[in-house]
């Protein structure tokens, strides 16, 4: 059954340096959607895409913040210059047209020291 | 304020019983919600789906219902197994743009 899949599962990265979140979404999906969800908290919402460009962020998704889909496969995001309190898990999803569900990735988990 | 509450925020409970989870919601317009199901370390993995017109949707051993007028939801776990211990997180889409508005979860753990 088709996943949507994340590398790294963890990074670990000095604070101030920049770090790129990998994401595979499932292949004949058309949006894609980055989540945070810090210990303890609930899931949140960074950034929806679609058709190459974003469609919608959050006021959390700043201008540290940048997502790319380089190559019909890959969707990644960007954090510049990490902070202490960007430690989070970090989620991928994906969903098909006309469809709302969206299935989501393992989660890369990001710890800034 | 968060638009999506859930209740307890966890709960144990011995292998073989059953327990359920609550959740109360603002978000409106409602499209759908949804109950996922999240082992630690792991994404999200939905477990049900309802719209405003279902009152209740099963998936094996979970049970979920749906008060629209109220805007509550419960997840009925039945004779539950070990496996079942994750996070059970509330989830309701937006009607238009289709924004997900989550709760922080029902930490569930089960004992033998």
């Known amino acids: 059954e088709p996943e949507v899949t994340q590398t790294p599962s963890h990074q670990v990265t000095q604070m101030g340096q920049e770090v790129i979140l990998r994401c595979v979404p499932i292949s004949n999906h058309l949006y894609f959607y980055w989540y945070r969800q810090i210990l303890g908290q609930k899931v949140e919402f960074l950034v929806s895409f679609y058709n190459n460009e974003i469609s919608e962020k959050s006021e959390i998704f700043d201008d540290q913040f940048s997502v790319e889909r380089p190559d019909g496969s890959n969707f990644t995001l960007k954090i510049r210059s990490t902070k202490l309190e960007d430690s989070a898990m970090y989620f991928c999803?994906?969903?098909?047209?006309?469809?709302?569900?969206?299935?989501f990735g393992p989660g890369t988990r990001l710890t800034v020291l | 304020k968060n638009q999506v509450e859930q209740s307890p925020q966890s709960l144990i409970i011995l292998e073989g019983k059953n327990c359920t989870l609550q959740?109360?919601?603002?978000?409106?317009?409602?499209?759908?919600l949804r109950w996922y199901k999240q082992d630690t370390g792991r994404g999200p993995v939905s477990l049900t789906i309802m719209t405003f017109s279902e009152n209740t949707k099963s998936n094996g051993r979970y049970t979920a219902t749906l008060d629209a007028d109220t805007k509550q939801s419960s997840l009925h776990i039945t004779a539950s197994q070990l496996s079942d211990s994750a996070s059970y997180i509330c989830v309701v889409t937006r009607y238009g743009n289709n924004r997900l508005a989550f709760g922080k979860g029902n930490q569930v753990v089960v004992i033998p």
């Open positions: 999803a994906s969903r098909n047209s006309g469809a709302n569900e969206q299935f």
């Open positions: 959740c109360n919601y603002t978000v409106s317009p409602f499209s759908n």
